[in-house]
Nanobody, 115 residues
Framework: QVQLVETGGGLVRPGGSLRLSCAAS????????MGWYRQAPGKQRELVAV???????NYADSVKGRFTISRDNAKNTVYLQMNSLKPEDTAVYYC?????????WGQGTQVTVSS
């Protein structure tokens, strides 16, 4: 079992930045991957970014060049640095951890991009 707690969401103007954090209840270095997903109203949850145990990363095309995922194994925390935010980035952002066939989710944090 892994408990995940996201922080860092909020309201930001277009072009602004936010950094999301996801703190895990135990060592993340043994997990297969950790990532961020988002779900906008009326839409399905979608992958934003993922970092594998070997530190390989993958991003949705819509966020490439603007978002950066990173992990700090010593703090058992994964981050999502979001720059050049757009209104279409507005969503609830969820942290995800995968361990073999198991998926764990955080409670989500709201990100709203609006002027």
């Amino acid at each position: 079992q892994v408990q995940l707690v996201e922080t860092g969401g909020g309201l930001v103007r277009p072009g602004g930045s936010l950094r999301l954090s996801c703190a895990a209840s135990r060592r993340i270095s043994s997990l297969n991957s950790m990532g961020w997903y988002r779900q906008a109203p009326g839409k399905q949850r979608e992958l934003v970014a993922v970092v594998a145990r070997g530190s390989n990363t993958n991003y949705a095309d819509s966020v490439k060049g603007r978002f950066t995922i990173s992990r700090d194994n010593a703090k058992n925390t994964v981050y999502l640095q979001m720059n050049s935010l757009k209104p279409e980035d507005t969503a609830v952002y969820y942290c995800n951890a995968r361990e073999y066939e198991f998926n764990y989710w955080g409670q989500g944090t709201q990100v709203t991009v609006s002027s």
